[in-house]
Nanobody, 116 residues
Framework: QVQLVESGGGLVQPGGSLRLACAASGFTFSNYWMNWVRQAPGKGPEWVSRINSGGSRINYADSVKGRFTISRDNAKNTLYLQMNRLEPEDTAVYYC?????????WGQGTQVTVSS
């Protein structure tokens, strides 16, 4: 079955950086667009970024454009999110996933906390 496991979250000071990873299994990772979505405390989900199957088409939410970089390694079945110049407003649980055939699939999430 589909498995998506996020890692790399943690506590970081404003202005700092983190790199999230999403290990995928149970499906042909290289065939699908992949997304990062986040959910802050008390708020609804917010789409962050997406990347096409080959990595040549990328989109970002305005709130992270210029600070975050999405990438993927299809040989390793892994999706990444490099987050630079982090702000307290980036505090959220970050999820990877998307429409992987029959239905949307998402991982369990990784917590990112930006605080001094």
């Amino acid at each position: 079955q589909v498995q998506l496991v996020e890692s790399g979250g943690g506590l970081v000071q404003p202005g700092g950086s983190l790199r999230l990873a999403c290990a995928a299994s149970g499906f042909t990772f290289s065939n699908y667009w992949m997304n990062w979505v986040r959910q802050a405390p008390g708020k609804g989900p917010e789409w962050v970024s997406r990347i096409n199957s080959g990595g040549s088409r990328i989109n970002y939410a305005d709130s992270v454009k210029g600070r975050f970089t999405i990438s993927r390694d299809n040989a390793k079945n892994t999706l990444y999110l490099q987050m630079n110049r982090l702000e307290p407003e980036d505090t959220a649980v970050y999820y990877c996933g998307g429409d992987l055939g029959a239905s949307p699939e998402w991982g369990q999430g990784t917590q990112v906390t930006v605080s001094s």
